[in-house]
Structure formats: structure tokens, C-alpha cells
């Protein structure tokens, strides 16, 4: 407990008490100064109250769209007899697994007013030169934030249809309620407590979102929270560590109000929806329209997945970004990529860390579930609370609170600027993911399992390793890979805590697209979706494997 405790502490608690330390401290990290509260002052301007006001509000546009969105897809998935859904609900669920680094530059590509690949097609098909879309504005930032906000609120949801009862609905059907008065009445206020914790975590998700905004706001002048905390350090002639600290903290007031928003609104209410009564769920049957919601799905794969790739894929053999035509392609853009010595460091620092950050994550994730779970002991809520204190955190802003923290560590434990920097800062990110894996597995594992192993002479260790380890590791296994794929896809943190040599590919991405290198940004998304899709293939067959030998 006590070792469980500090380790938990240095990752969660640590980092917080540093932004509240370097949000009252004059000078950047590790420099002599005052304490004052100039940061906040300089916070409480006009332009931080539209800022706030930006980022609110398309984080709820984004929300609430998404939600609904996500709820048919849901609904089409769990409850219908649309043709192949189990195909298409693995579709539906790629876009989360991309890095929306690399989205982000591919919907500048097709989306950009001038040469983007859609108004280009457009402008061939027409004869005109008018533009149809311009990613470069609230709508492209809003609609790149849609992308992953919808496949991470379905799958909270769609399982959540699955498990509901239909007698329920049959019950309000029989009382005469029309099919959307029993949706509207019965279905979705049922799944409450579901749809707002999905709605909560997905506007936390809106509100810390970085790639969007950087990409298609920041052009415009259109900034959020977590772009005006990044320039504040890193595009200011003067870093202002203070004034973007104090800014950061502020975003973590908002997160934990929108929490308490949570549990205010659930406030103690009955949702019990699953009984000790068997039941099947019940399927709608659409009829002719079951194509129609096939196609739907298949058009959504197209637009979140197909196109941003195809992008990429097309990109990458041409000289020019926006110059497409037969005398100019190449592949020289794959043989710079192979030669760049940066890549090649960001490719290896990438992997490095996602495997030995996605192992060390799931042991503590691991012993902290078991802790909170199998054990009466106490403090074991405290350990809890810590292990998803977290998930409050944005990227970015647990990024400033490890700058501070580094630096202040007394002089023997140099972490700042090295790649252990990088791995803590994952493994805090993760964490609350890890212990939510690991927590459902243990949960599933009867008591009487370790009493028989402790009966039969069995050590502690003997019984952690051989019964509880041996019945979760699949759990372990598929937890590990949705841990691997956040550290390929983490940008907002990474950037802040680099150095020259421990660069990882998102980085590395984002600096060749600044440099107006685009050709090459293609290749080494290509690379990237390529790790995306391995991984993802192993994840599916290690599932399918595990299934078929229940």
C-alpha cells in the first residue's frame, strides 16, 4: 500500500501540487523568483474569456452532435438486423485508434479552400472556382473533434444497448406508447447514468483537445484553451510559464466541475435495467431500410477513415502537396523519410515507449484494481482516487506540471529532458485506463477462486500469479494495446516535455508539417497506420482466440 501509495502520488498528486506551486511562481521552472498572483491577473482578460467561451462551446457542439450521432450508430449496431454489423461495428470503431495527428494534416490536405483534394475534385467536376468546404475555420475544428468524439462515445454506448432488457420497452409498447415515446421515455432515460458519463468524459475530451484547434484554429486566430497555454511557452519570444500554468489550472477546476455536474445530475436514482431474469435483446426488424442504415455506417467508415488515408496514401507520391498530375510522381519523398535521422530516432523512442510504457502502466493498473477490488484494506479509496485523478488531466497540462516538477527534483534525479520524462508522463495519462481494464477483470473473479489455492497450501504469490493473473491476462493483453495505441497517438503532452533525442513520431510529424513538408508527413502517417493496423489485427485475433477457448 504504502509503495502503491507514493508511486501514485509522484504520477497523480505530484504533478498537481506543481502547477499550483509554478502558477504562483514568477520565473520559469528551476529559477530563482517571487511568489505573486500575476499569472492570475494576466489570465483575467477579454481575450481569455472568449477563449473560454471558444473552447466551451464547441466542446459542446462537438458533444452534443457527437452524442447523437453516436446513439443511432448504437442503435443500429446492438438493435437492428442491419447486414453485417459485425464488420461494420469494427469500422466504426477504427477512427479511434488513429492518431489524430496525422487526421488532422490529412483533412488539411483535402480540406484546404486553395488546393485541398476535395475542392480541387470539386472545381474539375464544376467547371468553377468556387470552394464547398474550408477546414480552416470553427466548422473544420468542431468537425475534426466529431470524428473521434463519435466512435468514443459508441462504443460507451452500444454495449449498454445490448445489456438492457426489452421487456421494458415491450412494457411501455403495450401501454400504448409509440416507438420514439418509448425511445425518448423509456430507453434513454434508463441508460442515464451511461449516456451522461459518456457525455461528461466526452466533453472533458472537447475541452482538452489540442490537435483540432492547433491545426485549423490557430491559422485563423481562432484560439481554445490548451493552444493558448501551448503559445504561451513555445510561440512567445519570452516563455510565460506563470500566466500558461495558472491558465492550466484553471482548466482543472473546469474538468472537476464538470464532474460534479455528473453526479448532481444522477443524483442518486434508480437505474437498474439487468435482472436475474434471462433475456434476449430485442432486434428491430427494418426491412428495406436495413440497407439504408448499412449504408450510412459504411459512409461514416468513408469519411473518418477511408478519405484522411487515402489522402495520406495519395500524397506520398507526389513532389508537391496540391500538384497532381503524371510528371509529378515520385518516390523520393519515401527514400528523405528513410534517410531522416530524425525519423528513424522518433520511430524507435515511439516504440521504445509504447511497449515499456504500456507494460509498466498495466502492472500498476494491475495491483491498483487488485488493491481496490479484492482487498478490505484501508486507504484503499485514497489509492483509487489518485489512480484516476488523471483523467482531469489534459495532456498539455500534465505536461506543464511535470515541467515544473522536473525541475524542481533535487539534483542527483535528472528526468527533465530525457526520455524517462516522456514515459512518466504517459504513464500517468494512462493510467485511469489501465486500472478500468484491470477493475472489470478482477470484479468477474469469485472469492471462493484464492480461498481454495490459500486452502490447498498456496502462497499469496503463488495465488495472485497462478489464479487471478492467469484467468486476467486477457484483459492485461487487451488493455495493453489500448495503452500502446494512446502513447502512439500523443501529441499534446509530448510536446512539451521533448528534447533533442528523445522525440517520438507525433512530434516529429508535427515539426515537418510546420516546415511546409507535407510530402513526407504522408510516408510517415503511412508508417503509422501501418503500426495502427498491425496492432489492431493482433488485438482482434488475440479476442477471437481467447473467445474460442471458453
Same mark, same amino acid.
Given at each position: 500500500?504504502?509503495?502503491?501509495?507514493?508511486?501514485?502520488?509522484?504520477?497523480?498528486?505530484?504533478? $498537481?501540487?506543481?502547477?499550483?506551486?509554478?502558477?504562483?511562481?514568477?520565473?520559469?521552472?528551476?529559477?530563482?523568483?517571487?511568489?505573486?498572483?500575476?499569472?492570475?491577473?494576466?489570465?483575467?482578460?477579454?481575450? +481569455?474569456?472568449?477563449?473560454?467561451? +471558444?473552447?466551451?462551446? /464547441?466542446? $459542446?457542439?462537438?458533444?452534443?452532435?457527437?452524442?447523437? =450521432?453516436?446513439?443511432?450508430?448504437?442503435?443500429? *449496431?446492438?438493435?437492428?438486423? @442491419?447486414?453485417?454489423?459485425?464488420?461494420?461495428?469494427?469500422?466504426?470503431?477504427?477512427?479511434?485508434?488513429?492518431?489524430?495527428? &496525422?487526421?488532422?494534416?490529412?483533412?488539411?490536405?483535402?480540406?484546404?479552400?486553395?488546393?485541398?483534394? *476535395?475542392?480541387?475534385?470539386?472545381?474539375?467536376?464544376?467547371?468553377?472556382?468556387?470552394?464547398?468546404? +474550408?477546414?480552416?475555420?470553427?466548422?473544420?475544428?468542431?468537425?475534426?473533434?466529431?470524428?473521434? #468524439?463519435?466512435?468514443?462515445?459508441? !462504443?460507451?454506448?452500444?454495449?449498454?444497448?445490448?445489456?438492457?432488457?426489452?421487456?421494458?420497452?415491450?412494457?411501455?409498447?403495450?401501454?400504448?406508447?409509440?416507438?420514439?415515446?418509448?425511445?425518448?421515455?423509456?430507453? !434513454?432515460?434508463?441508460? $442515464?447514468?451511461?449516456?451522461?458519463?459518456?457525455?461528461?468524459?466526452? !466533453?472533458?475530451?472537447? *475541452?482538452?483537445?489540442?490537435?483540432?484547434?492547433?491545426?485549423?484554429?490557430?491559422?485563423?486566430?481562432?484560439?481554445?484553451?490548451?493552444?493558448?497555454?501551448?503559445?504561451?511557452?513555445?510561440?512567445?519570444?519570452?516563455?510565460?510559464?506563470?500566466?500558461?500554468?495558472?491558465?492550466?489550472?484553471?482548466?482543472?477546476?473546469?474538468?472537476?466541475?464538470?464532474?460534479? /455536474?455528473?453526479?448532481?445530475?444522477?443524483?442518486?436514482?434508480?437505474?437498474?435495467?439487468?435482472?436475474?431474469?434471462?433475456?434476449?435483446?430485442?432486434?428491430?426488424?427494418?426491412?428495406?431500410?436495413?440497407?439504408?442504415?448499412? #449504408?450510412?455506417? *459504411?459512409?461514416?467508415?468513408?469519411?473518418?477513415?477511408?478519405?484522411?488515408?487515402?489522402?495520406?496514401?495519395?500524397?506520398?507520391?507526389?513532389?508537391?502537396?496540391?500538384?497532381?498530375?503524371?510528371?509529378?510522381?515520385?518516390?523520393?519523398?519515401?527514400?528523405?523519410?528513410?534517410?531522416?535521422?530524425?525519423?528513424?530516432?522518433?520511430?524507435?523512442? @515511439?516504440?521504445? &515507449?509504447?511497449?515499456?510504457?504500456?507494460?509498466?502502466?498495466?502492472?500498476?493498473?494491475?495491483?491498483?484494481?487488485?488493491?481496490? @477490488?479484492?482487498?478490505?484494506?484501508?486507504?484503499?479509496?485514497?489509492?483509487?482516487?489518485?489512480?484516476?485523478?488523471?483523467?482531469?488531466?489534459?495532456?498539455?497540462?500534465?505536461?506543464?506540471?511535470? $515541467?515544473?516538477?522536473?525541475?524542481?527534483?533535487?539534483?542527483?534525479?535528472?528526468?527533465?529532458?530525457?526520455?524517462?520524462? &516522456?514515459?512518466?508522463?504517459?504513464?500517468?495519462?494512462?493510467?485511469?485506463?489501465?486500472?478500468?481494464?484491470?477493475?472489470?477483470?478482477?470484479?468477474?473473479?469469485?472469492?471462493?477462486?484464492?480461498?481454495?489455492?490459500?486452502?490447498?497450501?498456496?502462497?499469496?504469490?503463488?495465488?495472485?500469479?497462478?489464479?487471478?493473473? %492467469? &484467468?486476467?491476462?486477457?484483459?492485461? %493483453?487487451?488493455?495493453?494495446?489500448?495503452?500502446?495505441?494512446?502513447?502512439?497517438?500523443? !501529441?499534446?503532452?509530448?510536446?512539451?516535455?521533448?528534447?533533442?533525442?528523445?522525440?517520438? =513520431?507525433?512530434?516529429?510529424?508535427?515539426?515537418?508539417?510546420?516546415?511546409?513538408?507535407?510530402?513526407?508527413?504522408?510516408?510517415?502517417?503511412?508508417?503509422?497506420?501501418?503500426?495502427?493496423?498491425?496492432?489492431?489485427?493482433?488485438?482482434?485475433?488475440?479476442?477471437?482466440?481467447?473467445?474460442?477457448?471458453?
Amino acid at each position: 500500500m504504502l509503495g502503491l501509495g507514493l508511486i501514485l502520488a509522484f504520477l497523480a498528486i505530484y504533478p $498537481l501540487a506543481m502547477l499550483l506551486y509554478g502558477s504562483l511562481h514568477s520565473t520559469p521552472p528551476g529559477m530563482a523568483g517571487e511568489f505573486n498572483l500575476d499569472g492570475y491577473r494576466r489570465m483575467a482578460t477579454a481575450e +481569455n474569456g472568449l477563449v473560454l467561451f +471558444n473552447t466551451v462551446v /464547441m466542446a $459542446l457542439i462537438n458533444t452534443v452532435v457527437s452524442l447523437a =450521432l453516436a446513439i443511432f450508430l448504437a442503435w443500429i *449496431i446492438a438493435r437492428t438486423d @442491419t447486414p453485417g454489423r459485425g464488420v461494420l461495428e469494427m469500422l466504426l470503431t477504427l477512427p479511434f485508434f488513429l492518431p489524430p495527428v &496525422l487526421t488532422a494534416m490529412a483533412w488539411g490536405m483535402l480540406g484546404n479552400p486553395q488546393v485541398g483534394g *476535395i475542392n480541387s475534385v470539386w472545381r474539375w467536376l464544376t467547371g468553377t472556382n468556387t470552394t464547398i468546404i +474550408n477546414v480552416y475555420s470553427y466548422f473544420g475544428v468542431v468537425w475534426h473533434m466529431m470524428q473521434y #468524439a463519435t466512435t468514443f462515445l459508441f !462504443l460507451f454506448i452500444v454495449d449498454a444497448f445490448r445489456a438492457m432488457d426489452p421487456s421494458l420497452e415491450e412494457s411501455s409498447r403495450m401501454s400504448g406508447a409509440s416507438l420514439f415515446q418509448t425511445f425518448r421515455r423509456v430507453t !434513454l432515460m434508463l441508460m $442515464l447514468p451511461v449516456i451522461t458519463s459518456a457525455f461528461t468524459l466526452s !466533453l472533458i475530451r472537447g *475541452i482538452e483537445s489540442f490537435e483540432s484547434p492547433l491545426f485549423f484554429g490557430t491559422p485563423v486566430g481562432i484560439r481554445v484553451v490548451t493552444t493558448q497555454v501551448y503559445d504561451a511557452i513555445n510561440q512567445s519570444a519570452r516563455p510565460d510559464y506563470q500566466y500558461a500554468t495558472a491558465l492550466a489550472l484553471a482548466v482543472m477546476g473546469l474538468m472537476f466541475l464538470l464532474v460534479l /455536474m455528473q453526479w448532481r445530475i444522477l443524483g442518486g436514482r434508480n437505474f437498474t435495467t439487468v435482472t436475474g431474469k434471462g433475456y434476449r435483446p430485442t432486434v428491430t426488424k427494418l426491412g428495406p431500410w436495413r440497407w439504408a442504415t448499412f #449504408a450510412f455506417c *459504411i459512409l461514416f467508415f468513408f469519411i473518418t477513415v477511408a478519405m484522411p488515408v487515402g489522402q495520406l496514401f495519395v500524397g506520398s507520391f507526389f513532389k508537391f502537396f496540391g500538384f497532381y498530375s503524371w510528371n509529378m510522381l515520385t518516390l523520393d519523398n519515401y527514400a528523405k523519410v528513410l534517410r531522416n535521422d530524425e525519423f528513424r530516432r522518433g520511430f524507435q523512442n @515511439t516504440l521504445l &515507449l509504447g511497449v515499456i510504457g504500456a507494460s509498466a502502466t498495466m502492472v500498476l493498473g494491475g495491483l491498483t484494481a487488485y488493491v481496490t @477490488t479484492r482487498t478490505q484494506l484501508k486507504g484503499r479509496r485514497i489509492i483509487e482516487a489518485m489512480a484516476w485523478t488523471p483523467w482531469m488531466m489534459p495532456g498539455i497540462v500534465l505536461g506543464i506540471g511535470f $515541467l515544473w516538477g522536473f525541475a524542481l527534483l533535487p539534483g542527483p534525479i535528472q528526468i527533465y529532458g530525457t526520455i524517462w520524462a &516522456l514515459l512518466l508522463a504517459y504513464m500517468t495519462l494512462y493510467t485511469p485506463i489501465s486500472v478500468r481494464v484491470m477493475s472489470g477483470a478482477y470484479s468477474q473473479l469469485g472469492y471462493d477462486l484464492e480461498e481454495c489455492s490459500r486452502v490447498h497450501g498456496g502462497s499469496w504469490w503463488q495465488t495472485f500469479w497462478r489464479i487471478l493473473v %492467469a &484467468l486476467a491476462w486477457p484483459s492485461f %493483453a487487451v488493455g495493453w494495446v489500448l495503452v500502446f495505441f494512446g502513447i502512439l497517438r500523443e !501529441l499534446s503532452a509530448s510536446i512539451l516535455l521533448f528534447s533533442a533525442g528523445s522525440e517520438v =513520431l507525433s512530434v516529429v510529424v508535427l515539426k515537418l508539417w510546420t516546415n511546409g513538408r507535407a510530402e513526407e508527413v504522408c510516408v510517415i502517417g503511412l508508417f503509422m497506420m501501418a503500426l495502427v493496423i498491425l496492432f489492431r489485427w493482433a488485438q482482434s485475433r488475440f479476442i477471437q482466440r481467447h473467445i474460442n477457448t471458453l
